[in-house]
């Protein structure tokens, strides 16, 4: 097996090592019925019918006129970031909800990679296709209720992560060296083939 040969092998070795300690576990329920994943996976089912729909409030409030649109995540970290204790579950997933702009101002913080955002809950109509907003599917609201409020996101320098990146250091050094020797071992091969 020639060297290159063998890097490859130690490079997919690494790889399969890592995804398979990363792979997700699905376990999160949404506290919604229905969540966010079955609005869209069957939306006429829901289409026009008035849901209650929690979620965290992330983004920015974008004010239109006397209305507003909000962002909600129903996803595995609208509690908690991964940090701070949640499981990798998959992708984000929420709804965008259009209401009046006096019920978006209660939400005070919004969900980012510095913050948790409010946790909230809304009661509105589902629209599969809203004809008022060019067919998207969106939640029109009327209530909005703060169930958590926001905080600044937790995010501790872990000791595991530290001796991680020492020991990834070290081996990217090893093969480095390793790479050396085995170069200069091959010119002085190439070196001597020539005299």
């Known amino acids: 097996m020639n060297r290159l040969a063998r890097l490859a092998a130690v490079v997919v070795l690494c790889a399969v090592t890592f995804a398979a300690g990363a792979a997700p576990a699905f376990g999160f329920e949404s506290p919604n019925d229905p969540s966010s994943a079955e609005l869209v996976e069957s939306p006429r089912e829901f289409d026009g019918t008035t849901i209650t729909f929690e979620g965290e409030a992330i983004g920015e409030s974008m004010v239109r006129g006397d209305h507003a649109w909000l962002h909600l995540n129903d996803d ?16 984000n997933s929420g709804m965008p909800v259009w209401l009046p702009a006096d019920l978006a101002r209660r939400v005070e913080v919004f969900g980012d990679y510095k913050h948790e955002g409010d946790v909230v809950r809304v009661i509105g109509t589902y629209n599969a296709a809203c004809a008022e907003h060019g067919g998207d599917t969106d939640i029109h609201a009327t209530e909005l209720t703060v169930l958590l409020p926001g905080r600044d996101a937790e995010d501790p320098v872990e000791p595991w992560k530290i001796g991680l990146t020492l020991v990834m250091t070290g081996a990217a050094a090893a093969v480095i060296l390793a790479d050396r020797r085995l170069g200069r071992r091959e010119l002085l091969g190439m070196a001597r083939a020539r005299r």
Not at 79 to 88: F, M
Request: charged residues 30%; negative net charge; aromatic residues 18%.
């Open 76 to 91: 595995a970290y609208m509690y908690e970031n991964v940090e701070e204790g949640a499981r990798l579950e998959g992708y």
